[in-house]
């Protein structure tokens, strides 16, 4: 089976998310191509283990994102049976377009891949996990952090191709930064914030615990619905993002079904709540029944004495 | 990123505004599984999904500046009329329901039948929500966008008219930006910047009575084949042993030391 891979850009670089879907893929592959959208990270992509070959896609259309004109200049080259993406935002967007440009199935968001090929997705954002199998060719994309990556050192040979067509999406104004603060979805470790928390000024004990292991800081859908100072970007659960990283921390948050829906997978969970019988205590692996006043300054000193 | 856009002004006269949703399980259903697989009937409450409801509230604001009509498409099996119904409560006009009893459309059928449907209603501007609440996929907005042949922007939070073409907040790579995109364009919704309006009584009452063009496959020429996704079961999310629980703050230590040693994730 020939692989496709479109390589996850980030800022000009490689997203570390692409040696994980090269990790997926060539575990039930027998040929795996990197495409590099713009370019972006195409060396590195080379030294991914397992990668068959690199094409670096480069044109000026590429500064600026328009799913329809990217997809185009992708679309020709990912000509594998199986056509892997990440389940970012832009990922998604351009193998549905792909996708859809083939007239191949496309599934999104995958934590199992197997052979066949069947495929595991967590649906109704992990209240059920479905197992579909998917007739090849198709498209995919894969969670961060679902799959281990490929590890080592690789040396594809890169090949070049020039794209020359114009966006049709022009940028009229910047309107906010992207946050310069890690992602919810791609964190190994999330702490994350309710109600509960009294005021959206107390989230700065958050960011400073966050700070200090390296942790991105997010929130409960009653948080960010109740303080416009904590954006929806924030937010953990079914209307949401869904995550998954090693450790999440939930402080003030009494744990509705929809944000469990979108937290429970993680692996390890700790809460932190005054009332001891809030649902989050449930899915916890360790829970904390005392108000974030009391807790988090212990937590904070205690995570910096570990640090340092 | 709340921005004023000026509506008032724009949307051309008599243009059509297709939006597209889906039903689904209300975010605060519990989800069942019998017999290997999601138990339909023992959803308590089947609603629009969540982004979708964005799109629609869009959708009312173009109509309501450029004096269109909105078309609300849905596909899906009998039960999905409820979300249309529910859509013309709040004003859409043209209620148009895919009726398909096939479990389990893949994306190349779901989005063909869509595709077929706005093109039937002369849409040049569609909008839809990022992705649905059950299956989060997020497939159905670029993949009909490629079908017409229309531009595409996505995590759209807000959209105005440009002249001839459109004005759009996004969530790009790079971070919030005010972008601009000729039509025709499908746009797919992040959680958008205005508040959802609900129905009222006599909304509620109009659309009771409003008709719904039920379409097959056949009647939009689709020839939808066979899924090329086979679903093999569905089960519960693994569940957790349960838990350790601690009195006050000063178990934190405890609890930090734990994670260390027992759980070695700090």
């Known amino acids: ?308 | 990123m709340s921005a004023n856009l000026d509506r008032g002004n724009c949307f051309r006269r008599g243009m059509t505004v297709a939006v597209l949703i889906k039903q689904v399980p209300d975010t605060t259903a519990k989800i069942g599984i019998s017999g290997g697989f999601v138990d339909e009937s023992a959803v308590s409450k089947w609603s629009i999904s969540p982004y979708d409801e964005y799109a629609l509230e869009a959708a009312l604001q173009m109509k309501e500046a450029g004096r269109g009509d909105l078309v609300a498409i849905t596909c899906g099996p009998s039960r999905a009329s409820k979300a249309l119904t529910e859509a013309a409560a709040v004003g859409a006009d043209t209620l148009i329901h895919i009726e398909v009893d096939l479990e389990n459309l893949d994306s190349v059928q779901t989005q063909s039948l869509l595709a077929a449907a706005v093109k039937r209603a002369g849409s040049e501007v569609v909008l839809c929500g990022k992705q649905a609440a059950d299956t989060n996929g997020g497939s159905t907005g670029p993949g009909v966008a490629r079908l017409l042949g229309s531009n595409f922007v996505g995590m759209v939070s807000e959209i105005s008219s440009d002249g001839e073409g459109y004005l759009a907040d996004r969530m790009g790579p790079n971070g919030g930006e005010r972008v601009s995109v000729p039509s025709p364009c499908l746009f797919a919704f992040d959680k958008g910047t205005s508040e959802l309006r609900r129905p009222n009584v006599r909304g509620i009452m109009m659309a009771k009575k409003k008709q719904i063009e039920v379409l097959s496959p056949s009647d939009l020429e689709v020839e939808i084949g066979d899924s090329q996704v086979k679903l093999r079961g569905h089960s519960s999310p693994p569940q957790k042993a349960p838990g350790q629980k601690f009195e006050g703050a000063d178990s934190v230590a405890e609890v930090v030391a734990k994670l260390r040693e027992e759980a070695n994730v700090i």
């Open chain 1, 1 to 308: 089976m020939e692989i496709t891979v479109i390589a996850e850009g980030n800022d000009g670089d490689l997203h570390p998310v692409t040696s994980q879907l090269v990790g997926a893929s060539s575990r039930i592959g027998d040929s795996v191509t990197v495409l590099c959208p713009g370019g972006w990270g195409s060396a590195e992509a080379a030294s991914i283990p397992g990668v068959s070959k690199v094409i670096s896609i480069e044109g000026a259309c590429f500064d600026t994102y328009d799913c329809r004109v990217w997809s185009k200049a992708i679309s020709p080259l990912a000509n594998g049976d199986l056509v892997v993406a990440a389940a970012s935002p832009t990922g998604r967007e351009i193998c549905a377009t792909i996708a859809a440009t083939r007239s191949i199935p496309v599934l999104q968001d995958l934590t199992g891949l197997e052979e066949g090929i069947v495929a595991t997705r967590p649906i109704f954002s992990g209240k059920a996990v479905e197992e579909c199998s998917i007739a090849l060719p198709c498209a995919i994309s894969l969670r961060a952090n679902a799959f281990e990556a490929s590890q080592g050192e690789g040396m594809a040979e890169i090949s070049t191709v020039n794209v020359d067509s114009d966006v049709s999406i022009s940028v009229r104004e910047a309107l906010a930064k992207a946050n310069e603060r890690l992602d919810v979805s791609e964190a190994n470790i999330v702490i994350s914030g309710g109600r509960g928390m009294g005021d959206p000024g107390n989230f700065s004990h958050l960011y400073e615990i966050a700070d200090e292991i390296g942790a991105a800081v997010g929130a409960s859908r009653a948080a960010v619905d109740t303080w416009e100072e904590i954006p929806h970007s924030m937010q953990v659960g079914q209307t949401g993002k869904t995550v998954a990283p090693s450790l999440y921390i939930a402080v003030g948050i009494s744990g509705a079904i929809q944000h469990l829906a979108g937290m429970r997978t993680s692996k390890y969970i700790v809460a932190i709540n005054k009332d001891p019988d809030a649902p989050i205590f449930g899915v916890s692996d360790y829970g904390i029944v005392a108000t974030w006043e009391e807790a988090l300054p212990v937590l904070k000193e205690e995570l910096c004495r570990l640090s340092n």
